[in-house]
Each structure stands twice: as structure tokens, then as C-alpha cells.
């Protein structure tokens, strides 16, 4: 077996239209030609890159079916090397079999995003690229997709590139400087640094202050519906999710246990619970279902916290209210349709955004949808700038402008210039890291480990 050239299904483990079987590496080309063969005759091998060939896969003569084979020639391929993509009918069984087939002409399986880490290493892509990657494939909306997209076509790396070169301007002429103290060399101002360093920093924060908003439209955000039984928690679950995913009936507590799911809310994505109603209890098995209900509202980023419009507030609601004041909360007051007799500006007191609704007509929806934008953030969001898209870049992030203020401390306080010196390269290696140019070994290895097998 050939342990530079990989394989691997590409395509989702289901049967479906057409199935993709990608090879890469050195031999790919002299793999593929052992399993297929074009009906012209052609040689795979001396192929020219950016062709395609109609024909069929066999294993040992036994004829697994139709197929065409893409080609593509190092270094015009997405992981950088020579590249056969085999598309064939996408029958779980006839896709299992053809790559048990490239395997046995010399192919090895790939690991959980090793062709993409192979386009990392091969300088297609940087870190943050890669990363965009899996966006991509994650994004379940448009502004998502764009947002991937924007970040896969490099706007991230422009602005963290732009920043670190700046910064490295600036290193680079302290280190002159210090090293070279005979040399008529200008040491850089006070004011040229705080300038330098200030503009960065102000960029980076406003990546960081994007970040939240960025999460709630590619990732999702954490959220649950609260409030104590029988003010509508499950009418509004299915109203959000469109179906009937949580029992609803006129009697108190049917809901026992936490109901969880992904729905999309105008431009964000939630990931919802529907929790049981928080109030006193004998009953065992509710009680269960009371604390899990307590520990979903505690970590949620969200909180849809429920009132019946028809009833006056009660002890159990102003706990709620009381709760919510303190979290990112929206406070929806339900069952519109008949009637209202709370007070709403007691709630607005607690909770700065209050919507009115009828779970069960859909009047007040589209206001909802509104109120979670507003609240998390989203309802200016620019998929077009660029994006923080992971922990990681995060943290990166985060250590660099950290750095920074240890700079611009360190001039304020009149530090010598090596002293300014050691801070801009610590920040330098924290940016450098983000794009991946400076990422060690382990830090490489756990961004591709996240990556599906056939990308």
C-alpha cells in the first residue's frame, strides 16, 4: 500500500444519486487507472489535468458499474497533488465496494480531514481557510454560507495579514535598533508605536465584538423556552419548529422532560429547548424533569421567557422575571387570541424586549423573529466582513490585542525599546498562529480532527 496517496468516499454514507470516491497523492493517477477504465482507451496516468473520462469500475474483473473520473494534475487540485474524483450510482453497497477496490490497488484510507490538511500543507489554503471550510459545509442559512464563503475567499486572512504586518514593521525596527546600537539607525517614537499599536488593537476588538453575532448565524446559540406550566412553552416550540415536536394539551406539567431542537429563527440558527414548567412538586418524575429544566436556563445564551397574557403575574413568573433580568432574555407574552390581563410594563422592567403573540393562531411571529436578531446581535450582520469562525481564532485573537496593551503599557511607563520589542513579538506569534504560518503541530492536528473522512 501506498501511504502518500489516500482515499476516501467524499460524499455523505447514504444512498443516493451519484456517489464521489476522491484519491489523492502521488500515485492517484496510477491508482484510479487500475480500477477504471475509460471506454476510449485513454490513459489516466498520462492524462492532462481538467479532464473527465466516461466508463466503467471493476474489481478482479467483476464489473461494479458506470462511473466517470475527473482528473486533476498537481499542483491545480484542491489538496495541491495529482487527483482522481470517481462519481458513480450512489448505492451504499456499489460505493463500499469500489473503495475496497481503490484500497486493494494501493490506496490507503484517509483520515478525518487529511485532504484538506493536505491543502494546508501544500499552501492552498491557510489555517483559517481550512476552518471556513467546515463552515461551509456546517452553514444552514444563506448569510451563513456567504459568511463561510467570505472567509474561505481569504477576507479574514487580508485583515489579520495586514495587522501582523504592520506590527512586524515595527518589531523588525526595533530589533535593528537594539541589536545594532553603532549603526545610524532612527529608533522608532513613542508616538509612531502607540499609533502603530492602537490601530490594531481597534481592529482586532471589532473582530472580537463580531464574534458573538458570527456564532449565533454560523454555529447556532444555546436557547430555551421558560416559564411555568401552561403558559404556552410547547405551543411556541411547535410554532417555531413548524410541527407538532412537543405534546400540547390544557392541563399543567405535560411536559416532563426537555425537548431539544435546531430551528431557525429569521437569520438565526437556535438550538432550542422546550423545558418542563418550573413550579413545586410531589411528583418524582416531574421533579426530574423541573432540573433538568433549571439546568438548560442556566446555560443557555438565550432565554424565551413565557407569560400567559390572560392571567396576572404570579409568584412563579416574577422568580422568572427576576432570573431573566440578569441573561440575554426575550419576554413573550402568549395567548393574545383570548384576551390580556398582566401587567406588561411590570415585565418590561425586567426584560428590555417584550413581544406579544398567539402561539397557537402564529399572530406576533414575525415580531418574535425580530426580537431574537435584536438580542443576540444579528440583525446588522455583515456576512461580508470579516469574521472570527472558531475558538480558536478567538483566542488567538485575544492573546494579540492582550500583547498589545502590554506594549502600549510598556511605552506609556517609558520602557526601554526591547522591552517593546519582546510584546510586539508575542503579538505577532498570536496573529501568526490565527493564519496558521506560526500553528505547531498539535494545535494543526485538532483543527482537522473536527473534519468529516472525505474532506
Same mark, same amino acid.
Given at each position: 500500500?501506498?501511504?502518500?496517496?489516500?482515499?476516501?468516499?467524499?460524499?455523505?454514507?447514504?444512498?443516493?444519486?451519484?456517489?464521489?470516491?476522491?484519491?489523492?497523492?502521488?500515485?492517484?493517477?496510477?491508482?484510479?487507472? =487500475?480500477?477504471?477504465?475509460?471506454?476510449?482507451?485513454?490513459?489516466?496516468?498520462?492524462?492532462?489535468?481538467?479532464?473527465?473520462?466516461?466508463?466503467?469500475?471493476?474489481?478482479?474483473?467483476?464489473?461494479?458499474?458506470?462511473?466517470?473520473?475527473?482528473?486533476?494534475?498537481?499542483?491545480?487540485?484542491?489538496?495541491?497533488?495529482?487527483?482522481?474524483?470517481?462519481?458513480?450510482?450512489?448505492?451504499?453497497?456499489?460505493?463500499?465496494?469500489?473503495? #475496497? /477496490?481503490?484500497?486493494? @490497488?494501493?490506496?490507503?484510507?484517509?483520515?478525518?480531514?487529511?485532504?484538506?490538511?493536505?491543502?494546508?500543507?501544500?499552501?492552498?489554503?491557510?489555517?483559517?481557510?481550512?476552518?471556513?471550510?467546515?463552515?461551509?459545509?456546517?452553514?444552514?442559512?444563506?448569510?451563513?454560507?456567504?459568511?463561510?464563503?467570505?472567509?474561505?475567499?481569504?477576507?479574514?486572512?487580508?485583515?489579520?495579514?495586514?495587522?501582523?504586518?504592520?506590527?512586524?514593521?515595527?518589531? @523588525?525596527?526595533?530589533?535593528?535598533?537594539?541589536?545594532?546600537?553603532?549603526?545610524?539607525?532612527?529608533?522608532?517614537?513613542?508616538?509612531?508605536?502607540?499609533?502603530?499599536?492602537?490601530?490594531? =488593537?481597534?481592529?482586532?476588538?471589532?473582530?472580537?465584538?463580531?464574534?458573538?453575532?458570527?456564532?449565533?448565524? /454560523? #454555529?447556532?446559540?444555546? @436557547?430555551?423556552?421558560?416559564?411555568?406550566?401552561?403558559?404556552?412553552?410547547?405551543?411556541?416550540?411547535?410554532?417555531?419548529?413548524?410541527?407538532?415536536?412537543?405534546?400540547?394539551?390544557?392541563?399543567?406539567? &405535560? &411536559?416532563?422532560?426537555?425537548?431539544?431542537?435546531?430551528?431557525?429563527?429569521?437569520?438565526?440558527?437556535?438550538?432550542?429547548?422546550?423545558?418542563?414548567?418550573?413550579?413545586?412538586?410531589?411528583?418524582?418524575?416531574?421533579?426530574?424533569?423541573?432540573?433538568?429544566?433549571?439546568? =438548560?436556563?442556566?446555560?443557555?445564551?438565550?432565554?424565551?421567557?413565557?407569560?400567559?397574557?390572560?392571567?396576572?403575574?404570579?409568584?412563579?413568573?416574577?422568580?422568572?422575571?427576576?432570573?431573566?433580568?440578569?441573561?440575554?432574555?426575550?419576554?413573550?407574552?402568549?395567548? /393574545?387570541?383570548?384576551?390580556?390581563?398582566?401587567? !406588561?410594563?411590570?415585565?418590561?422592567?425586567?426584560?428590555?424586549?417584550?413581544?406579544?403573540?398567539?402561539?397557537?393562531?402564529?399572530?406576533?411571529?414575525?415580531?418574535?423573529? #425580530?426580537?431574537?436578531?435584536?438580542?443576540?446581535?444579528?440583525?446588522?450582520?455583515?456576512?461580508?466582513? @470579516?469574521?472570527?469562525?472558531?475558538?480558536?481564532?478567538?483566542?488567538?485573537?485575544?492573546?494579540?490585542?492582550?500583547?498589545?496593551?502590554?506594549?502600549?503599557?510598556?511605552?506609556?511607563?517609558?520602557? /526601554?525599546?526591547?522591552?517593546?520589542?519582546?510584546?510586539?513579538?508575542?503579538?505577532?506569534?498570536?496573529?501568526?498562529?490565527?493564519?496558521? #504560518?506560526?500553528?505547531?503541530?498539535?494545535?494543526?492536528?485538532?483543527?482537522?480532527?473536527?473534519?468529516? !473522512?472525505? =474532506?
Amino acid at each position: 500500500m501506498d501511504g502518500r496517496t489516500i482515499a476516501a468516499i467524499a460524499t455523505p454514507q447514504a444512498a443516493g444519486g451519484i456517489g464521489i470516491i476522491r484519491i489523492s497523492g502521488e500515485n492517484a493517477l496510477t491508482i484510479a487507472e =487500475k480500477v477504471f477504465s475509460p471506454v476510449s482507451g485513454a490513459s489516466l496516468s498520462r492524462s492532462a489535468g481538467y479532464r473527465a473520462y466516461f466508463g466503467r469500475v471493476a474489481n478482479e474483473g467483476k464489473d461494479i458499474g458506470e462511473a466517470i473520473c475527473l482528473v486533476f494534475r498537481a499542483p491545480h487540485s484542491y489538496t495541491g497533488e495529482d487527483v482522481a474524483e470517481i462519481s458513480l450510482h450512489g448505492g451504499l453497497f456499489v460505493m463500499q465496494k469500489a473503495l #475496497e /477496490t481503490v484500497f486493494s @490497488a494501493g490506496a490507503r484510507p484517509a483520515e478525518a480531514g487529511e485532504f484538506t490538511k493536505r491543502a494546508f500543507l501544500n499552501g492552498k489554503l491557510d489555517l483559517s481557510g481550512a476552518e471556513a471550510v467546515m463552515s461551509m459545509i456546517h452553514a444552514q442559512n444563506e448569510q451563513a454560507a456567504r459568511a463561510a464563503q467570505n472567509a474561505l475567499d481569504g477576507a479574514l486572512s487580508r485583515e489579520i495579514n495586514a495587522a501582523a504586518k504592520e506590527i512586524i514593521a515595527v518589531a @523588525a525596527n526595533i530589533a535593528a535598533w537594539v541589536d545594532y546600537p553603532d549603526d545610524d539607525i532612527d529608533d522608532i517614537s513613542g508616538e509612531r508605536l502607540m499609533e502603530v499599536f492602537s490601530k490594531t =488593537k481597534k481592529m482586532l476588538e471589532g473582530l472580537l465584538s463580531r464574534f458573538d453575532s458570527g456564532q449565533a448565524i /454560523t #454555529e447556532g446559540v444555546p @436557547a430555551a423556552i421558560a416559564g411555568r406550566p401552561n403558559v404556552g412553552k410547547s405551543a411556541l416550540m411547535n410554532l417555531l419548529t413548524g410541527y407538532e415536536r412537543s405534546i400540547v394539551t390544557p392541563y399543567a406539567g &405535560t &411536559t416532563r422532560d426537555v425537548i431539544e431542537e435546531t430551528v431557525r429563527v429569521g437569520n438565526v440558527v437556535l438550538r432550542l429547548s422546550d423545558t418542563a414548567g418550573i413550579h413545586d412538586t410531589d411528583d418524582p418524575v416531574e421533579s426530574v424533569g423541573i432540573g433538568f429544566a433549571r439546568k =438548560k436556563q442556566e446555560r443557555a445564551s438565550l432565554i424565551i421567557a413565557v407569560f400567559d397574557g390572560s392571567e396576572e403575574l404570579t409568584d412563579g413568573d416574577l422568580e422568572l422575571l427576576d432570573f431573566c433580568s440578569k441573561r440575554t432574555s426575550i419576554a413573550v407574552i402568549n395567548k /393574545t387570541d383570548i384576551g390580556q390581563r398582566l401587567d !406588561v410594563s411590570l415585565i418590561s422592567s425586567y426584560i428590555e424586549k417584550t413581544v406579544e403573540i398567539s402561539a397557537a393562531t402564529g399572530d406576533g411571529l414575525e415580531e418574535l423573529q #425580530e426580537a431574537v436578531e435584536h438580542a443576540l446581535g444579528t440583525d446588522n450582520f455583515d456576512p461580508s466582513s @470579516a469574521m472570527l469562525a472558531t475558538e480558536r481564532q478567538r483566542g488567538c485573537c485575544r492573546r494579540a490585542v492582550g500583547y498589545i496593551d502590554e506594549a502600549i503599557a510598556a511605552v506609556e511607563s517609558g520602557m /526601554t525599546l526591547d522591552a517593546v520589542g519582546v510584546c510586539a513579538d508575542a503579538c505577532i506569534g498570536a496573529l501568526l498562529e490565527l493564519t496558521g #504560518e506560526k500553528a505547531g503541530d498539535a494545535v494543526i492536528n485538532e483543527v482537522f480532527a473536527s473534519f468529516c !473522512v472525505g =474532506k
